[in-house]
């Protein structure tokens, strides 16, 4: 199939970082190619203020237009969301497609979401985007087909009547009410059990679903994409010592994510909220990885994460020449295709952990094997030695000081 053509447009404020510009400019540049686009022009404006009716300056998209039309492009892509006013004015003077950086992320989550949820969220973070964006009464939005922007879950097509698109947005939300409502149930249940949660966490594309599938030998959906993983998916494993852990794979984060999909996967982000310790994986051999691990920082704390123990894994050691320095702590550095690495990982984790948790000393006897089990499954087991005068083992290791069976399990 062939690959839809598209131009950027990009306006850099003077005082701007130009460090953080390009980058910004290079990432839609790969969203654009996640989404299936070939980018074949990009028009950067130096530009002090924004024009409130078309952004940029008539000349600019005048020389957009001619560009466009140079290289048989039928779709335009701005770096910045865009007001209703603008996208319809800019469209009228391009006379082609026109959306932003917020359209092209939704069309990608819109392209990713796997399960039921996943899916309700995504339409509506795009219903919430399109309602004030519609242009008239009774035009028609085919949710299928017609390029980059215009993709959805759903098959039927949608007319874009306002009160019927608002009929939607309330049955979703009431949709999405119950599945949060059994979010807190299994949360309750996860308390009441004491399973320990890992969140994955991490900028798109930092190795995320690849460590998760090694890890636990699943399926979680892996490539080399932007946004390859957008519904989280929990999976049982045991750390090397022997204790179980719930590991969460989520959804990658980005800068300038659209705020509205910020508020529509609360619940999905929410598994980091809910965890008990957090692994930030980083990709340490991309160019802005720096400025990725900021940006995972600034809203691990917009969701109030930021307390949470966390290890950081600067993944892809492979694909660096040279030495690599860890610029945050506790950290490691892996590449999380190979086995011994994801060992490493594992052991580190541990770890971590030991440093914050309350160290233990007991004797179970030998007929209490189920004690000695649970111990095992829920606390980092160091040394197990069995005493023949007792008849019981001397058992050593480190347990969460806040853990609910703690005195049953101590006594």
């Known amino acids: 199939m062939e690959k839809e053509q598209v131009v950027l447009v990009a306006r850099k404020a003077p005082r701007e970082d130009e460090g953080r510009f390009y980058s910004s400019l290079n990432e839609l540049q790969s969203l654009t190619e996640t989404a299936g686009g070939q980018v074949c022009g990009v028009a950067v404006q130096n530009k002090e203020r924004i024009h409130p009716a078309t952004y940029l300056g008539e000349g600019k998209l005048e020389e957009i237009k001619e560009e466009a039309e140079g290289k048989d492009a039928q779709l335009v892509i701005f770096n910045d969301e865009l007001s209703p006013s603008q996208l319809r004015n800019i469209s009228d003077r391009l006379e082609r497609r026109v959306i932003d950086r917020s359209q092209l992320i939704l069309d990608?989550?819109?392209?990713?979401?796997?399960?039921k949820e996943g899916k309700l969220q995504v339409e509506l973070a795009q219903l919430e985007y399109l309602l004030p964006r519609l242009a008239g009464q009774g035009t028609e939005l085919s949710r299928l087909g017609g390029g980059i922007g215009t993709r959805g879950p759903g098959e039927t097509k949608l007319e874009t009547d306002r009160r019927h698109i608002q009929r939607r947005i309330d049955?979703?939300?009431?949709?999405?009410?119950?599945?949060?409502?059994?979010?807190?149930?299994?949360?309750?249940?996860?308390?009441?059990?004491?399973?320990?949660?890992?969140?994955?966490?991490?900028?798109?594309?930092?190795?995320?679903?690849?460590?998760?599938?090694?890890?636990?030998?699943?399926?979680?959906?892996?490539?080399?994409?932007?946004?390859?993983?957008?519904?989280?998916?929990?999976?049982?494993?045991?750390?090397?010592?022997?204790?179980?852990?719930?590991?969460?794979?989520?959804?990658?984060?980005?800068?300038?994510?659209?705020?509205?999909?910020?508020?529509?996967?609360?619940?999905?982000?929410?598994?980091?909220?809910?965890?008990?310790?957090?692994?930030?994986?980083?990709?340490?051999?991309?160019?802005?990885?720096?400025?990725?691990?900021?940006?995972?920082?600034?809203?691990?704390?917009?969701?109030?994460?930021d307390h949470l123990p966390s290890l950081t894994a600067y993944n892809k050691i492979d694909l660096i020449s040279g030495e690599f320095v860890p610029p945050s702590n506790p950290s490691i550095s892996v590449s999380v295709k190979d086995p011994e690495d994801i060992e490493r990982l594992a052991k580190k984790i541990e770890q971590v952990l030991i440093e914050d948790w309350q160290p233990y000393k007991i004797q179970i006897p030998a007929s209490n094997g189920k004690k000695l089990e649970q111990l095992k499954g829920q606390?980092?087991?160091?040394?197990?030695?069995?005493?023949?005068?007792?008849?019981?083992?001397?058992?050593?290791?480190?347990?969460?000081?806040?853990?609910?069976?703690?005195?049953?399990?101590?006594?």
């Open 171 to 305: 049955d979703i939300k009431r949709r999405l009410k119950t599945v949060v409502k059994q979010r807190e149930q299994y949360r309750k249940k996860r308390v009441e059990n004491f399973a320990f949660q890992i969140a994955v966490v991490g900028y798109t594309n930092a190795g995320k679903s690849t460590f998760f599938n090694r890890l636990t030998d699943s399926d979680s959906f892996e490539e080399d994409l932007l946004f390859a993983t957008l519904d989280p998916l929990t999976r049982q494993i045991r750390l090397p010592s022997g204790m179980r852990v719930l590991v969460s794979d989520t959804v990658g984060f980005i800068q300038d994510l659209p705020t509205t999909l910020i508020a529509s996967f609360r619940s999905t982000l929410e598994e980091v909220t809910e965890a008990d310790f957090i692994l930030h994986m980083v990709d340490a051999s991309h160019p802005d990885y720096s400025e990725h691990e900021k940006t995972v920082h600034r809203l691990l704390r917009d969701l109030q994460a």
């Open 379 to 411: 606390s980092i087991v160091k040394t197990v030695q069995f005493d023949e005068e007792t008849e019981g083992y001397n058992v050593e290791g480190f347990i969460h000081p806040d853990h609910p069976s703690k005195t049953k399990f101590l006594s």
């Open 108 to 115: 990608i989550f819109a392209s990713r979401a796997r399960t």
